[in-house]
């Protein structure tokens, strides 16, 4: 695609509960654009010299600044959103959890690999991370917090030592403003390199991003579609693109936790239509024992779930059409969809739908394999267990897979270890759609569940995808960098000679 | 590319110092290799369940064989590489060195990224690395042994617990089929699963491997065209190519270091030159500060230089076609390019070139930026340092760099971090034809160098290619695999709530 030489475009803004417009953010000019990537590539040098600790200092003046103006975010973010205030507040505040929690990682700094091998000859060998550059982040429609502006992209790249060029997402852009501007002026007024963080808007000013050569890496949230062309436009100069896309998560129901059948069915309900199924964790088919009673009990649940708003028109108007095309696909099951609750629907509000389908209906190519976006799930009965494993490697590898268990069930071990090969993350007796930021959190998975499986969009994992090794090779003592000096400056765990040390 | 249905080829093998053809091996049929990946396939799951030490066993028994069968293995490779005896020992005793290396790394147990936190409420998260799945490996033309059958990819993907499917390459497809089944038997024998380890031949061969749903990663070495053609085609269905590629390494000589020129000179054209030039790290360019006679002295080493066969009739060809393009393009020097000694050549030996070029003659998109694989280097003199850096920020991003500098020289540290942020390996007062196999190698660097730049190809650090991480929440005791099993099996360093602890 040619880009325009000049974008005189805006981002609209929609109140999705009644939606009215209620303004518009213009698109950044192709010169403020190579402006924010002109200043953020000076600013790569001073971010990846400073110590994790000092990034760790910026970044908790970001997050006390978003805090401090939570009132003001919040209501700007329910006003493009339509989520409700509750749901907005914890996750703002998650937010600024996470960012902290991305810098203590940095300053634990097991993310360097600073390690050092003494050679034959006296020589020596030291290798460890160095940050890879300007990252260019494209932030998710369905958090505007937690995926956004200073979500877990920006705050992981930040704390790895990389400038960060945020796209404001369409579906909230004066909240992206508003909340670039919050992030921006703490990280000045702390003291942060001048121009390592910034927000761009428009769809060309992304594509400005992705294209600029100063750019070493992308991160992405949002569709197939939109990931896998980025990923492909990004491949023509080498450069990475973390997308994490949307896959159908399933839930496997064991013949033993059949007892569990009414609590599953509610759990499932409220799992599926949780932020008016606006999650990327969705549980979007649930595979259950026949003969339970599960579709009666789950058809029960999903009738008394409220219409609630979708974040945009477009991705309203996408969900009625993917609702028809999945009952059409479902054609011959049993039993009959189930529709929410229908009280009048203004603005963007949609009608959470479950619909039985015929295990054997899972097949390659069908469009029941695919991610339907909103308050909709899947249910399939099987006869025998090993059906439903068989059909679950039959669906794209996904984020997350569920597994609901009897106590000291058999069948349990061997469930999940087959759905470990197909997802990046397994939750026994628990729905997906909750992620914690720690330590040991895994939120990515097999392509196309993301580009990179290797990588993690959330938790400590998330600071690898913006760092690439670098060894050097019989330095003196005076060459060494400061995490690769003797007397280990920045405490860090370190390998020496093949061992693993840690820090006093 | 539509494959055909049968491949009635053969991979010719040719001795590079006669020329003449010594005999063939008959591709793969399609069957064959669908057989080898089935077996593969089948072997992925007990593969991946077996303990870093029991794949340990199995690779020292692959080594011990490959050691018992060395005369018989070297002759073969002498050949068919032409690369001298002493060479070729060197190179496979080195290589049974990395495999039982890699083995142990897997042993110590830090690939698998082990992690548990205790989360509110009384779950738990754990995560940990899986093997990817069946690896299908694309070894070099250039070092028989240590990129080849059973090479740094190889072992280190088994290692890794991934069972690995080879291409042969045609350079020397009777040693590629002998060593392949040389290390079959023994990790047959020492009860690896069956089916973990085999060498197909042929090129529709290979784009079989590429294609198969069952090969989760690729690993490569070779030349740019070759990797992003492969890059290309798996990239359809989300599979990583680690491809590492061609490009120039450079080397700068400071000012300071002027007062070396004649050992910098001999070693240079050693370096360059060594196995007749057909080293990824081979230095490509060195740039030298002007007025002390650089040029003189490197011409004089080279001229000494005596004419070697290269591995193939295709590569000496592509060597004069070469040397021709660099002349070109290098005209206008102040000096005339210098050829190595040309006593008769017979077979496929070509003689050494060193070519002065003007520093303002490296700018993008010229050839002088791109490799030419066999004992060819440019020469340029700078008058100002700025200005030598400047130059090598113009090449293309590369495996490795050298840096001579003079003691305590204040331009050192300057020059290697400027240089860092373009290599994967910078190599001070040494030259970067050396690659040790240790904990603290970086065997990479940024695209084109290399498809993935956070990857090596050597060092302990190769085993991250082949895995992935995966979650597992909320499960009981009984439900976790062995590594994450609290009283720690297999002895691994782990990070408890978030804090690393190392085995007792």
Sequence with gaps: MTLPLADVGEDASFDPVTGERTGAVPHSTPEEVASVLDLAARAATPLAAASPAARAAWIAAAADAVLAASAELVELARAESGLGLARLEGELTRMAASARFYAAVAVEGSYLGVSRDDLPGGSSLVRWNVPVGVVAVFGASNFPFGFGIFGHDVASALAAGCPVAVKAHPAHPRLSVRLGA????????????????????????????????????????????????????????????????????????????????????????????????????KPGLILVPSGHGFVDSIAEAVSRVPA???????????????????????????????????????????????????????????????????????????????????????????????????????DAAGAIARLATRVG????????????????????????????????????????????????????????????????????????????????
Tied chains: 1, 2.
């Design 182 to 281: 919050v992030v921006r002026d703490a990280l000045r007024d702390a003291g942060a390199p001048d121009g390592c963080f910034e927000v761009v808007v428009g769809f060309h000013s992304g594509l400005r991003l992705v294209d600029s050569p100063v750019v070493r890496a992308v991160a992405f949230t949002g569709s197939q579609r939109g990931g896998m062309a980025l990923v492909e436009r990004a491949a023509r100069r080498g450069v990475p693109v973390f997308a994490e896309m949307g896959t159908v998560n399933p839930v496997l129901v064991t013949p033993a936790a059949a007892a569990d059948r009414e609590s599953i069915a509610r759990g499932f309900a409220d799992s599926f239509t949780l932020g008016a199924g606006q999650f990327c964790t």
């Design 425 to 504: 993350r397994v939750a026994v007796n628990a729905w997906p759609t909750g992620v914690a930021t720690t330590w040991s959190q895994q939120h990515g998975g097999p392509w196309p569940a993301t580009s990179r499986p290797e990588a993690t969009s959330v938790g400590a994992g998330g600071l690898a995808r913006f760092v690439r090794p670098v060894s050097l090779q019989n330095a003196s003592a005076e060459q060494l960098p400061l995490p690769l000096q003797p007397e280990n400056p920045w405490n860090l765990p370190r390998r020496l000679n093949g061992r693993l040390t840690l820090p006093e």
């Design 308 to 410: 609630a708003p979708l974040l945009t028109a477009a991705i309203a108007a996408a969900y009625e059409g993917g609702v028809s095309e999945l009952v059409a696909a479902s054609a011959g099951s049993a039993a009959a969809p189930t529709a929410g609750a229908a009280e009048p629907l203004p603005g963007f509000s949609v009608v959470a739908r479950s619909i039985p389908v015929a295990l054997d209906r899972l097949t390659a190519g069908s469009r029941l394999l695919e991610e339907c976006f909103g308050p909709v799930a899947l249910i399939a009965e099987y006869d025998d267990l090993e059906s439903a494993l068989a059909a679950l490697e039959r669906l794209q590898p996904s984020l997350a897979a569920s597994v609901f268990t009897g106590e000291h069930d058999a």
